[in-house]
Antibody, heavy 118, light 109 residues
Framework: EVQLVESGGGLVQPGGSLRLSCAAS????????MHWVRQATGKGLEWVSA???????YYPGSVKGRFTISRENAKNSLYLQMNSLRAGDTAVYYC????????????WGQGTLVTVSS | DIQMTQSPSSVSASVGDRVTITCRAS??????LAWYQQKPGKAPKLLIY???SLQSGVPSRFSGSGSGTDFTLTISSLQPEDFATYYC???????????FGQGTKLEIK
């Protein structure tokens, strides 16, 4: 059974940093692209970052230069290093992957809440 | 950047109704479109990928169509468990940007 379990969320002050983790199981982690998607309370979904199997990374303009996605295949783990955090980064952060549906995100974690506030 | 616009933003319907949600891309994306369902407090669930391919385990009352810039998600006969928010998502660009639409909330009439 595919499982994605996020951790590392919490309260952080504006300008601070936080590192999220996503533990993957039930599939060959190293063979699939991985993503982070966030959702502010009451708002829509926003794709935050992607990492390919070769370690290539992609970001939208809203987080480029502040967030860094990485993966550690030996530990079946995905990470998101978030720096220079702003109030607008407050959201539930999901990790997701594309296993059996072309590029679409067919498996998601339960999410971890990040709150940026003083 | 490619923008995705869904309409309507919200819709009220009754059990048994046929409902169609539209997603328009700001430029052509071929068939690089997916649809998701999200219920409160839950992660999104993939319904449709490649514009019209039904994800495994998803009921056949859900269908997707379109290509280029205009896409639709149709629910042929609404069931009580279908009341949720629906999102489209595109992936046709390089470097890849997996843009979501703003969502359509489907409510009980």
């Amino acid at each position: 059974e595919v499982q994605l379990v996020e951790s590392g969320g919490g309260l952080v002050q504006p300008g601070g940093s936080l590192r999220l983790s996503c533990a993957a199981s039930g599939f060959t982690f190293s063979s699939y692209d991985m993503h982070w998607v966030r959702q502010a309370t009451g708002k829509g979904l926003e794709w935050v970052s992607a990492i390919g199997t070769a370690g290539d990374t992609y970001y939208p303009g809203s987080v480029k230069g502040r967030f860094t996605i990485s993966r550690e295949n030996a530990k079946n783990s995905l990470y998101l290093q978030m720096n220079s955090l702003r109030a607008g980064d407050t959201a539930v952060y999901y990790c997701a992957t594309s296993i059996a549906a072309d590029w679409a995100f067919d498996y998601w974690g339960q999410g971890t809440l990040v709150t940026v506030s003083s | 950047d490619i923008q995705m616009t869904q309409s309507p933003s919200s819709v009220s319907a009754s059990v048994g109704d046929r409902v169609t949600i539209t997603c328009r891309a700001s430029q052509g994306i071929s068939s690089w479109l997916a649809w998701y369902q999200q219920k409160p407090g839950k992660a999104p669930k993939l319904l449709i990928y490649a514009a019209s391919s039904l994800q495994s385990g998803v009921p056949s009352r859900f269908s997707g169509s379109g290509s280029g810039t205009d896409f639709t998600l149709t629910i042929s006969s609404l069931q009580p468990e279908d009341f949720a928010t629906y999102y489209c998502q595109q992936a046709n660009s390089f470097p890849p940007m997996y843009t979501f639409g703003q969502g359509t909330k489907l409510e009980i009439k």
